[in-house]
């Protein structure tokens, strides 16, 4: 596609039960980044996928959070037992390769967690 | 880790009245400094990369700056399209490091 496409735009779940987030990034593009952007604070690095490994999870914030990649395209991130302070939006970014700044963002995934 | 502070949290302008933000970091050895546009309900949009001290980049009314410990988006003649978070981030190896923004403010 065009850019990068994020579903669902908004979820709104109950606490304790689990919701995955996709994203598909844009064509041709080998790294994919999922940051989390809640009220007044700014982009927390979640983790970055190049093609399907993902190098780096330091910034998973629980066990109950992760992601996948498959054929080094769409990327989805599961939050499992959600708990209230999950709620933010889930943002995806796309770059030609990893370790590039200029990164392609999605308008992300809006998670209300009641 | 990197840290990015920006200055101030927000600012509101009328049209014309010119200013900068500042984006100060604390880096051991800069691999590029980034300014990024985030609209309500929208993702960030790129819209610069600096790499060294006195480097200067420009679009329209905006102009990137940098020094060695911090970085300016200047404004000049901002108009109200001009409203947004304005974000600043740095390079680690494998992940870009954001600051919280500057909320800009352009009232007609």
């Known amino acids: 596609g065009a850019g990068v496409s994020q579903s669902p735009s908004n979820k709104v779940t109950e606490k304790g039960k689990d919701v995955e987030l996709r994203c598909d990034p844009i064509?041709?593009?080998?790294?994919l980044y999922w940051y989390r952007q809640s009220l007044g604070q700014g982009l927390e690095f979640l983790i970055y996928f190049q093609g399907n490994s993902a190098p780096d999870k330091s910034g998973l914030p629980s066990d109950r959070f992760s992601a996948e990649r498959t054929g080094g395209s769409v990327s989805t991130l599961t939050i499992q037992r959600t708990q209230q302070e999950d709620s933010a939006v889930y943002l995806c970014?796309?770059?030609?390769?990893?370790?590039?700044?200029?990164?392609?963002f999605g308008e992300g995934s809006r998670l209300t967690v009641l | 880790e990197d840290q990015v502070t920006q200055s101030p949290e927000a600012l509101r302008l009328q049209e014309g009245e010119s200013s900068s933000l500042n984006c100060s970091y604390t880096v051991s050895g800069l691999r590029g400094l980034f300014w990024y546009r985030q609209d309500p309900g929208k993702g960030p949009e790129f819209l610069f990369t600096?790499?060294?001290a006195g480097e200067e980049k420009e679009k329209e009314r905006l102009k990137a700056t940098l020094t060695k410990k911090e970085s300016f988006l200047h404004i000049t003649a901002p108009k109200p399209e001009d409203s947004a978070t304005y974000l600043c981030a740095v390079q680690e190896p494998e992940r870009l490091v954001f600051g919280k923004g500057t909320k800009l403010t352009v009232d007609p």
């Open positions: 970014a796309s770059s030609l390769v990893s370790g590039a700044g200029e990164l392609f």
């Open positions: 600096l790499y060294s």
């Open positions: 064509s041709g593009h080998t790294a």
